[in-house]
């Protein structure tokens, strides 16, 4: 059974189901600490979302974001 993100991306893409799912099933989502950066990063893109009218308006992206388990987070390498 295909996965709902699978079929969402091969419909969005083009794709045939089969190589999205593959694609889906390579990505590697690894969890990062919420740092400064990161918080800055995802406000400028609500920003955009928001100059664009494709959302009413930005939100206070620093209101949303939670630090208390980053200091649990390892954050893997790829040697």
């Not at 593959?22 to 800055?40: D, F, K």
Request: aromatic share 6%.
């Amino acid at each position: 059974v295909p996965t709902r993100p699978a079929q969402k991306y091969a419909k969005a893409v083009g794709l045939d189901l089969k190589v999205a799912e593959l694609a889906q099933s390579r990505i590697l989502r690894l969890p990062i600490p919420l740092s400064e950066t990161v918080e800055s990063a995802e406000q400028r893109l609500a920003d955009l979302f928001a100059a664009a009218d494709q959302i009413p308006e930005a939100p206070d992206f620093a209101k949303w974001v939670d630090r208390r388990f980053n200091s649990v987070l390892v954050v893997g390498s790829t040697k």
